[in-house]
């Protein structure tokens, strides 16, 4: 649409200086109207994104993009106008119009800061250095916006600026109406992190609220004594309700005061990366038991829910901290069965880590799994070893949870699972780039004679 509107209807048979004219109004016009959906698209609050039941990731995904096209539609406008002057009244009057012109002089630093934008939001910067990508990311939009509102002043197209800073708050009130909920109130919601093995933790979240959780949900955490009022999102990996103490003399009349007699409990597991992670592991380490406890927000819960209870076959793949993902699913379809609420018949988890040291990540949740009533009639859990010490670590505790040294062959699992399929299949993963490749062009191969459904889970950013 954009480009059409760029080319469409342009005089072209007429002098250079009118066709520069217009194609320099017209992509100025284009950048300045893409602001505000281009904000919109990158809020974790949009309204569309249950509406339409397109992901965040697709949405922040759409947001990069606008953002690549507003910034070239700025330089379209800049170049054209700076081609035009030049054209008409040479370099030494565009050098004079650039220093002594309000208008033209905070265009040019406004598009500067938009190139300065461009140049520092790759996706190896945002990986590598996200908290940093993420204050200079706020710190140019904001410059840029100051700019450009001097830029438009006495223009038709000034008022877009405000609404962009509208759109803007307005999110930020309901991230921080949502963490207040959840988190503000009798003792307030606290975060205990825990070390352990393969440079990782165990966040548990007592929560003030109860938690209406979903499997695969995930949720955005603060730590004010750690990061400031930086947030992070994290997979609730595990969920329980535990009863708050009923003081003397209170009587429990209505449903709600049950509700505020619970308190949620949400149980993470993080890698140690860089930034926040690492800075609260080394602290965590430094405690004398390896645990360590905080003042938290919550703000939550976020994401589509991916719904299997329809197949009759599922699998679930996930790799290295991916399980935070699935161990919920695999919990509710056990859960499920065992009820006769879901279709699932064959439930199989396979598991990909580095080291045995890894199980601990999961283990008291995956030993309640283990024990849920007709739990061996639906699911089996393969674990497979990529850098075991020595082959006595490689053992298989029994024929439905099974250890395995190397990384799986994907064909071959699904080709067997395709084979005692019952009902329809569908394949969850999550884990690395690669590994997800590999699942995704498995299930395209076996499209015939069978049906699979592929989904992905992925944080982008």
Request: charged content about 20%; hydrophobic content about 45%; proline content about 5%.
């Amino acid at each position: 649409m954009n480009i059409t509107l760029c080319c469409v209807a342009v005089p072209y048979g007429s002098t250079e200086e009118d066709l520069l004219t217009t194609i320099q109004i017209r992509s100025g016009i284009l950048a300045v109207v893409n602001l505000p959906p281009l904000v919109f698209m990158a809020a974790r609050n949009n309204a569309l994104i249950k509406l339409l039941g397109v992901s965040f990731d697709t949405w922040n995904l759409l947001h990069r993009w606008l953002g690549r096209i507003v910034a070239f539609e700025s330089f379209i406008h800049v170049i054209a106008y700076m081609v035009k002057k030049v054209h008409t009244s040479g370099w030494n009057a565009l050098m004079v119009t650039i220093t002594q012109s309000k208008l033209i002089k905070t265009g040019l630093i406004a598009v500067s800061i938009l190139a300065m934008i461009l140049i520092h939001s790759p996706s190896p910067i945002r990986h590598a250095f996200y908290e940093t990508f993420l204050h200079f990311h706020i710190v140019f939009v904001a410059a840029f916006l100051g700019f450009l509102w001097i830029h438009l002043e006495n223009q038709p197209q000034q008022p877009y600026v405000p609404s962009v800073v509208g759109i803007w708050a307005i999110e930020r009130a309901v991230r921080w109406i949502r963490a207040a909920y959840l988190s503000l109130g009798k003792g307030g919601t606290t975060a205990t992190v825990e070390v352990l093995p393969g440079d990782a933790m165990r966040i548990t979240l007592r929560i003030v609220r109860p938690w209406v959780f979903k499997p695969g949900q995930h949720l955005y955490l603060y730590l004010p004594a750690v990061g400031l009022w930086m947030s992070h999102p994290f997979t609730a990996a595990w969920s329980d309700t535990e009863e708050v103490p009923l003081d003397n003399g209170v009587l429990v009349r209505t449903k709600q005061d049950v509700l505020k007699l619970q308190r949620a409990n949400i149980s993470l597991v993080v890698r140690r990366r860089t930034g926040l992670t690492n800075r609260l592991y080394n602290r965590t380490c430094r405690a004398t038991d390896g645990r360590l406890t905080f003042r938290a927000m919550v703000e939550g819960p976020y994401g589509t829910e991916h719904s299997l209870d329809s197949y009759g076959t599922v699998i679930l793949i996930a790799g290295g901290v991916g399980i935070t993902h699935l161990i919920s699913y695999v919990r509710h379809l056990v859960a499920g069965f065992s009820k006769g609420t879901v279709a699932a018949r064959r439930v199989t988890l396979v598991w990909i880590i580095q080291s045995p040291d890894h199980l601990e990540w999961v283990k008291p949740w995956m030993t309640s799994i283990l024990s849920m009533e007709r739990r061996r009639e639906v699911l089996r859990v393969m674990l497979f070893i990529t850098r075991p010490r020595n082959m006595k670590e490689i053992q298989s505790p029994s024929t439905k949870v099974q250890m395995f040294p190397g990384k799986p062959d994907i064909e071959r699992l699904l080709d067997g699972e395709v084979e005692n399929q019952v009902g329809a299949m569908g394949v969850l993963v999550c884990g690395t780039g690669s590994l997800s490749d590999d699942v995704r062009k498995a299930c395209r191969e076996r499209q015939s004679p069978t049906h699979i459904d592929f989904i992905e889970e992925c944080f982008t950013w």
